[in-house]
């Protein structure tokens, strides 16, 4: 089947690619020790709009031992330090998504970040249709433990569907018995994770992204009208509390968490004392190789 790489569906995929790369190269620049964490968070989101996309999920700032899922509060007033911070960040124009991370080291681990990189840039160079993804996942995770360190082993890299930023296939980060052959057309976000822990991420406590699971009878008003913003212009995205309109967002949010009608994405972290490292792309599988979206 031939895949038509100039329809709607890949021009959006590349123009949010674009804007991607515009706004993460802004953010690398911004950050620094004291520089607040919402305020390089609101940069980036804004400017996504201003470049006309939408952010694909709220930007994770993720310090140290955290891995994903951190993103500024309301009223956030925490300061990058002399640490290691990973961006996480995905733009959509029409539900059509890039994604994107990259490592920012204040904290002397200048190894760790090659290692995800390297990772990452080994793995690209061997996509192509019919690569097995368990392939690639043994280029990565032998890659990092080439550096010294362990891939993060229960984090993955993942497909991207029309408003879902998460689909097939995964692409693992260690060698893994059996994966699915990639295949023309398809859209994947390859994402090493490094640390110098265990290699395995767990929940934290701390939870500031939802995604929507259901629609549901809701009579509380303020839950109400968040599920009506939700639903109408998140979708099935992830999004922030902070971007919850109404005076008291995390009641709102409370509620329909009660009621299953969203989930939330507690912060995903190694072990106290580790830190992790991530680097990440979205490629297109084309013919005869593919087409880095987010280079």
């Not at 930007?59 to 956030?76: K, L, R, W, Y």
């Not at 733009?91 to 390297?118: K, M, P, R």
């Not at 919850?244 to 995903?268: C, F, N, T, W």
């Amino acid at each position: 089947m031939s895949v038509d790489f100039e329809s709607e569906q890949y021009r959006k995929h590349r123009e949010a690619g674009e804007i991607l790369q515009t706004v993460r190269a802004e953010a690398v620049e911004r950050i620094e020790p004291g520089v607040s964490h919402l305020a390089v968070a609101e940069h980036v989101e804004s400017r996504i709009r201003e470049l006309g996309g939408e952010p694909a999920f709220p930007m994770n700032i993720s310090i140290d031992e955290e891995a994903a899922h951190a993103t500024p509060g309301v009223d956030d007033d925490e300061t990058f330090g002399e640490e290691m911070i990973n961006i996480d960040i995905g733009v959509h124009v029409d539900g059509w998504i890039a994604d994107a991370a990259i490592t920012v080291d204040y904290s002397g681990h200048e190894e760790l970040v090659e290692a995800s990189a390297a990772a990452l840039e080994t793995a690209v160079e061997t996509v192509e249709p019919g690569v097995d993804t368990g392939l690639l996942g043994d280029i990565i995770g032998r890659t990092i433990e080439g550096y010294g360190f362990n891939p993060v082993v229960n984090l993955t890299g993942h497909g991207l569907g029309h408003w879902e930023q998460h689909t097939t296939p995964t692409i693992p980060n260690r060698r893994v018995s059996q994966g699915v052959e990639l295949e023309v057309g398809d859209v994947v976000a390859i994402e090493p994770f490094a640390t110098d822990g265990g290699g395995k991420v767990t929940e934290g406590s701390s939870e500031e992204i939802f995604a929507l699971d259901s629609e549901g009878s809701v009579r509380d008003r303020a839950a109400r009208e968040a599920l009506d913003q939700i639903t109408g212009q998140f979708r099935t995205l992830p999004f922030a509390t902070r971007w919850i309109e109404g005076s008291r967002p995390e009641m709102a949010l409370r509620r329909l968490k009660r009621q299953d009608i969203i989930h939330g994405y507690p912060v995903l972290q190694e072990q106290p004392g580790a830190y992790v490292s991530q680097k990440e792309h979205t490629v297109l599988v084309t013919e005869d190789g593919c087409e880095v979206t987010t280079r």
